[in-house]
T-cell receptor, first 113, second 118 residues
Framework: AQSVTQLDSQVPVFEEAPVELRCNYS??????LFWYVQYPNQGLQLLLK??????LVKGINGFEAEFNKSQTSFHLRKPSVHISDTAEYFC???????????FGTGTKLQVIP | DTGVSQDPRHKITKRGQNVTFRCDPI?????LYWYRQTLGQGPEFLTY????????KSRLLSDRFSAERPKGSFSTLEIQRTEQGDSAMYLC????????????????FGPGTRLTVL
């Protein structure tokens, strides 16, 4: 079985400050990892995904995430946030060979002007 | 590419009534997924189609739930004898199915159908 933990339900941050959204996963097999963003009244949109190779993954809108196998983490970072980054962010895991994607409970990022 | 569409966007019904939701995936995407999202939670997997074949169902899907994708294009999710606990956002996603393992597929989500059961 696979699971995802997003410890922070809400993260307030001032505009132009850096941000890190934490994600930890558990799985008995190799995994694929994803970060999705959900803007108000919109569907989920993929930010980035880790399948294999380089552990640093760059995504859209200046976001990046680092896969750390020893710590079973996949934290999302952005060096300088913008008001438009205010949204809910979901970490997700999918185990190889399975179709099922398991999502975390989400982290609401609130960018303060 | 017009994205994944879902209809209706909102549905209010009385307990005990049946409801049906429709999802139109991105054209030529052969994989289609249904999720349920309740307040404060992430999307929970319900079921998955590869073309018209329903390949996996979650234990969340009770006997009152049924999903179809008759021609491998659009899909419907029906809930019979709705209960207040069914109130949630129902999300549909599709993926191209080009990745061999498919677990690596990027899923493209629709805007969801919000169900309220009174």
């Amino acid at each position: 079985a696979q699971s995802v933990t997003q410890l922070d339900s809400q993260v307030p941050v001032f505009e132009e400050a850096p941000v890190e959204l934490r994600c930890n996963y558990s799985s008995s097999v190799s995994v694929y990892l994803f970060w999705y963003v959900q803007y108000p009244n919109q569907g989920l949109q993929l930010l980035l995904k880790y399948l294999s190779g380089s552990t640093l993954v760059k995504g859209i809108n200046g976001f990046e995430a680092e896969f750390n196998k020893s710590q079973t983490s996949f934290h999302l970072r952005k060096p300088s946030v913008h008001i438009s980054d205010t949204a809910e962010y979901f970490c997700a895991v999918s185990a190889g060979g399975y179709q099922k994607v398991t999502f975390g409970t989400g982290t609401k990022l609130q960018v303060i002007p | 590419d017009t994205g994944v569409s879902q209809d209706p966007r909102h549905k209010i019904t009385k307990r005990g009534q049946n409801v049906t939701f429709r999802c139109d995936p991105i054209s030529e995407h052969n994989r289609l997924y249904w999720y349920r999202q309740t307040l404060g939670q992430g999307p929970e997997f319900l079921t998955y189609f590869q073309n018209e074949a329903q390949l996996e169902k979650s234990r969340l899907l009770s006997d009152r739930f049924s999903a179809e994708r008759p021609k491998g294009s659009f899909s419907t999710l029906e809930i019979q004898r709705t209960e207040q606990g069914d109130s949630a956002m129902y999300l549909c996603a599709s993926s191209p199915g080009t990745s061999g393992g498919s677990a690596a597929d990027t899923q493209y989500f629709g805007p969801g159908t919000r169900l309220t059961v009174l």
